[in-house]
């Protein structure tokens, strides 16, 4: 796939940026590189590569999920400004 100046001028007016003409040219050899390596990429044969989650075959380490601080709710709530049923209140901001 390549792209005419016309195609940059028009991807550039749906995205709201202004492109001098010299600027145009480049954006334009710059997208019709990334659709050359695209292209080049899809042309790769991957049947027969399982699917991966992770690029690295590795598993995380773990913590245990232990308690490291101690409960300061009330602490809080009391400088609140305004607080009803344990919860914080704050003004409206969408009618």
């Known amino acids: 796939m390549s792209l005419t100046i016309e195609d940059v001028h028009k991807i550039a007016g749906l ?3 202004a ?4 600027d145009a040219e480049a ?3 710059k997208l019709n590189n990334i659709f050359g390596l695209i292209e080049q990429m899809q042309a790769v044969d ?4 399982e699917p991966m989650s992770h690029p690295q075959d590795v598993s995380q380490r773990l ?3 232990l308690v490291s ?3 300061q709710r009330e602490a809080f709530q009391k400088i609140a400004p305004q607080t009803e049923a344990g919860l ?8």
């Open 63 to 65: 913590r245990e999920d």
């Open 88 to 95: 914080y209140l704050v003004p409206r901001v969408i009618e």
């Open 69 to 71: 601080e101690s409960d």
């Open 19 to 22: 492109l001098s003409g010299d």
């Open 27 to 29: 954006t334009r050899d």
């Open 15 to 17: 995205a709201r940026i």
């Open 46 to 49: 991957t049947r027969d590569v």
